[in-house]
T-cell receptor
Framework: NAGVTQTPKFQVLKTGQSMTLQCAQD?????MYWYRQDPGMGLRLIYY???????DKGEVPNGYNVSRLNKREFSLRLESAAPSQTSVYFC?????????FGNGTRLTVT | AQKITQTQPGMFVQEKEAVTLDCTYD???????LFWYKQPSSGEMIFLIY??????QNATEGRYSLNFQKARKSANLVISASQLGDSAMYFC??????????FGKGTKLSVKP
């Protein structure tokens, strides 16, 4: 039972490049979330999807887009990466509390 | 914004001693959940313990207990008999309106041998 799987684990981008972070869960959860973690800031919600077919903005959505491809998969896209998006990104899912997290993607934008 | 406050950026504890990590929260909701997660240096987020606002008893999970004081809006994590493997970041969180979690900034716990 894999839980929440994120790919890639590490990525380095140049300013202006685009990329998509992938997330898949095998727990049949309805709700999925993308967070970013910066030093001294805790985890902040970027976007969430309460159910298949719906997405909504969280606390820090600027510069990101998301797609809830199906019930299992929820991707996060950076269209034009900026150094301020250097962070660790976590995907999470839940049917009821608590949230189950993936292992994170460490993204560096130079 | 409804905040979660963890006032201790870093804490030290001697192995085998107990330690309390502080957490206070804002909310105007009557029903809510409180959570603690552990993040070791390897980076994963590990769920430790949950407390519902209507639970009459404080939650316990093995060596972890949650000291819940509703009137003071505090949800402190108590770790008994600390072990070297307890060295990690600890995050307090409150359930949000969309099933999400709102996190504090964390406390870095270091266990000394």
């Amino acid at each position: 039972n894999a839980g929440v799987t994120q790919t890639p684990k590490f990525q380095v981008l140049k300013t202006g490049q685009s990329m998509t972070l992938q997330c898949a869960q095998d727990m049949n959860h309805n709700s999925m979330y993308w967070y970013r973690q910066d030093p001294g800031m805790g985890l902040r919600l970027i976007y969430y999807s309460a159910s298949e077919g719906t997405t909504d903005k969280g606390e820090v959505p600027n510069g990101y887009n998301v797609s809830r491809l199906n019930k299992r998969e929820f991707s996060l896209r950076l269209e034009s990466a900026a150094p301020s998006q250097t962070s660790v990104y976590f995907c999470a899912s839940t049917q009821r509390p608590p949230l189950h997290f993936g292992n994170g993607t460490r993204l560096t934008v130079t | 914004a409804q905040k979660i406050t963890q006032t201790q950026p870093g804490m030290f504890v001697q192995e085998k001693e107990a330690v309390t990590l502080d957490c206070t929260y804002d909310t105007s909701d009557q029903s809510y959940g409180l959570f603690w997660y552990k993040q070791p240096s390897s980076g994963e987020m590990i769920f430790l313990i949950y407390q519902g606002s209507y639970d009459e008893q404080n939650a316990t999970e093995g060596r972890y207990s949650l000291n819940f004081q509703k009137a003071r809006k505090s949800a402190n994590l108590v770790i008994s008999a600390s072990q070297l493997g307890d060295s990690a970041m600890y995050f307090c969180a409150r359930g949000g309106s969309q099933g999400n979690l709102i996190f504090g900034k964390g406390t870095k716990l270091s266990v000394k041998p």
